[in-house]
């Protein structure tokens, strides 16, 4: 006879309080019935043996999901976004990675295979990984883009650097000054410009990373080279992000101030290969933002704002 104290331990020691679903696998067949799954697939949905699929997908969420499997053809792969009910009854978002596939020398034996991971879990994940990406930076701080207080030579140099160590080699060049800031100079305390200072130079080196350099070249006016970010989509993403968001946390220092920016913006080799002659276009971009009154960007086109002329060079 077995004891009440043996049968408690084995209890314990089959209690599973982790269940961390980030690499599940199963195998579906076309009564979306489990023909074989993966260990942590099992535990996710503490069964192990034969059953639906469909008895773990919440019930508002089944006919997406056999609308999607129905939809696919072989060999083609679609994400979609569910909830499954784990072994503790809670559900849990979950990403599905579904893909239809016929068993080798038959006419219809078609399948589903099921890649799923937990959304919260993920991003757990992601969070450890940014911790361990920061730390590593942290112990190679000298690969890290410091501020540069005498850009010009320093900012050619980056250029020339990647250009030659990469024949597809793309820069983008970026004017930014501060439209307004005499304004707020008015007003305010040395410390609270410095302050002011503090947030554009740190939004900025933050948004760069490892992609680029920041340069001061005076009070409140800066270059930055940044590598691989030449497609329009991805530079007005860029331009959009360190501007509103420079301009959220001046709002904690003073929030009646609207921090105002003109950026004139250069690409290597969308507007030539001379590095000097692309200069003398973020020079002619910048300008036309202030004649413009101001606070926006101008990405310089050759079609829109003319080429250099020989005697301008």
Same mark, same amino acid.
């Given at each position: 006879?077995?004891?009440?104290?043996?049968?408690?331990?084995?209890?314990?020691?089959?209690?599973?309080?982790?269940?961390?679903?980030?690499?599940?696998?199963?195998?579906?067949?076309?009564?979306?019935?489990?023909?074989?799954?993966?260990?942590?697939?099992?535990?996710?949905?503490?069964?192990?043996?034969?059953?639906?699929?469909?008895?773990?997908?919440?019930?508002?969420?089944?006919?997406?999901?056999?609308?999607?499997?129905?939809?696919?053809?072989?060999?083609?792969?679609?994400?979609?976004?569910?909830?499954? %009910?784990?072994? =503790?009854?809670? !559900?849990?978002?979950? +990403?599905?990675? *579904?893909? /239809?596939? &016929?068993?080798?020398?038959?006419?219809?034996?078609?399948?589903?295979?099921?890649?799923?991971?937990?959304?919260?879990?993920?991003?757990?994940?992601?969070?450890?990984?940014?911790?361990?990406?920061?730390?590593?930076?942290?112990?190679?701080?000298?690969?890290?883009?410091?501020?540069?207080?005498?850009?010009?030579?320093?900012?050619?140099?980056?250029?020339?650097?990647?250009?030659?160590?990469?024949?597809?080699?793309?820069?983008?060049?970026?004017?930014?000054?501060?439209?307004?800031?005499?304004?707020?100079?008015?007003?305010?305390?040395?410390?609270?410009?410095?302050?002011?200072?503090?947030?554009?130079?740190?939004?900025?080196?933050?948004?760069?990373?490892?992609?680029?350099?920041?340069? %001061?070249?005076? =009070?409140?006016? !800066?270059?930055?080279? +940044?590598?691989? *970010?030449? /497609?329009? &989509?991805?530079?007005?993403?860029?331009?959009?992000?360190?501007?509103?968001?420079?301009?959220?946390?001046?709002?904690?220092?003073?929030?009646?101030?609207?921090?105002?920016?003109?950026?004139?913006?250069?690409?290597?080799?969308?507007?030539?290969?001379?590095?000097?002659?692309?200069?003398?276009?973020?020079?002619?971009?910048?300008?036309?933002?202030?004649?413009?009154?101001?606070?926006?960007?101008?990405?310089?086109?050759?079609?829109?704002?003319?080429?250099?002329?020989?005697?301008?060079?």
């Amino acid at each position: 006879m077995i004891s009440d104290n043996h049968n408690a331990y084995n209890n314990y020691n089959n209690y599973i309080d982790e269940y961390e679903l980030t690499n599940g696998y199963a195998v579906v067949d076309r009564n979306f019935s489990i023909v074989t799954a993966n260990e942590p697939m099992y535990l996710f949905l503490g069964m192990s043996k034969h059953y639906s699929i469909m008895d773990a997908i919440h019930q508002v969420d089944i006919d997406d999901f056999i609308d999607v499997a129905n939809s696919l053809r072989p060999e083609i792969k679609k994400s979609m976004c569910i909830r499954m %009910r784990r072994i =503790d009854n809670s !559900y849990r978002w979950v +990403i599905v990675d *579904i893909e /239809k596939k &016929v068993i080798p020398n038959t006419d219809s034996s078609e399948y589903l295979e099921l890649h799923i991971s937990d959304v919260l879990v993920i991003r757990e994940l992601n969070k450890k990984l940014q911790q361990q990406i920061k730390a590593f930076k942290n112990e190679t701080a000298e690969n890290r883009n410091l501020l540069i207080m005498k850009p010009e030579p320093a900012i050619k140099e980056f250029c020339i650097k990647n250009i030659e160590s990469d024949n597809n080699c793309q820069l983008s060049l970026i004017y930014l000054e501060v439209d307004n800031i005499e304004q707020f100079k008015a007003t305010h305390t040395d410390d609270e410009c410095h302050r002011i200072t503090y947030v554009i130079e740190d939004t900025i080196l933050k948004a760069i990373d490892d992609r680029g350099v920041l340069g %001061r070249l005076n =009070d409140f006016k !800066y270059i930055i080279a +940044i590598k691989n *970010i030449n /497609k329009e &989509v991805k530079l007005r993403a860029f331009l959009e992000h360190i501007r509103t968001q420079i301009s959220w946390h001046c709002k904690f220092i003073d929030s009646s101030y609207n921090i105002e920016f003109s950026i004139g913006i250069g690409r290597y080799p969308d507007n030539g290969k001379d590095l000097d002659l692309i200069k003398k276009k973020i020079q002619k971009a910048i300008n036309m933002a202030r004649s413009k009154g101001g606070n926006r960007y101008i990405i310089y086109k050759e079609f829109l704002h003319g080429e250099i002329e020989d005697s301008d060079k």
